[in-house]
């Protein structure tokens, strides 16, 4: 299975920007899909997941109300709507799927996924 991130960028704050995570190997239908972000001398943080319905959704604290997570089955692709970035969202973004059956039972921790992107790099100017 492989994760391709893509989409980050030089934005400013308050702007929006899409981050998209191509997957292989496996439909996203059977992985519980997440994405993680890691700033600059902070540990790797929760953002968003999405369970394998397609519809239960999770956010981090930090992200509520602003990130929206969303699959295309038929593109075998997640996606991580971002709006009303700000500084503090500047990081690596990952993605990454779980295929066990406990995957989703506790899909903020990054001990519940088997498979991670290569990250991609999103920084907002304030």
């Known amino acids: 299975v492989q994760l391709q991130a893509s989409g980050g960028g030089l934005v400013q704050a308050g702007d929006s920007l899409t981050l998209s995570c191509v997957v292989s190997?496996?439909?996203?239908?059977?992985?519980?899909m997440g994405w993680f972000r890691r700033a600059p001398g902070n540990e790797r943080e929760f953002v968003a997941s999405?369970?394998?319905?397609?519809?239960?959704?999770f956010y981090g604290d930090s992200v509520k109300g602003r990130f929206t997570i969303s699959r295309d089955s038929a593109k075998n692709t997640v996606y991580l709507q971002m709006n009303w970035l700000k500084s503090e969202d500047t990081a690596v973004y990952y993605c990454?799927?779980?295929?066990?059956?406990?995957?989703?039972?506790?899909?903020?921790?990054?001990?519940?996924?088997?498979?991670w992107g290569q990250g991609t790099l999103v920084t907002v100017s304030s």
């Open positions: 990454a799927g779980g295929a066990r059956s406990d995957s989703g039972a506790y899909p903020s921790s990054d001990r519940s996924y088997d498979f």
């Open positions: 999405v369970k394998w319905n397609g519809r239960t959704t």
């Open positions: 190997g496996r439909s996203v239908s059977r992985l519980v």
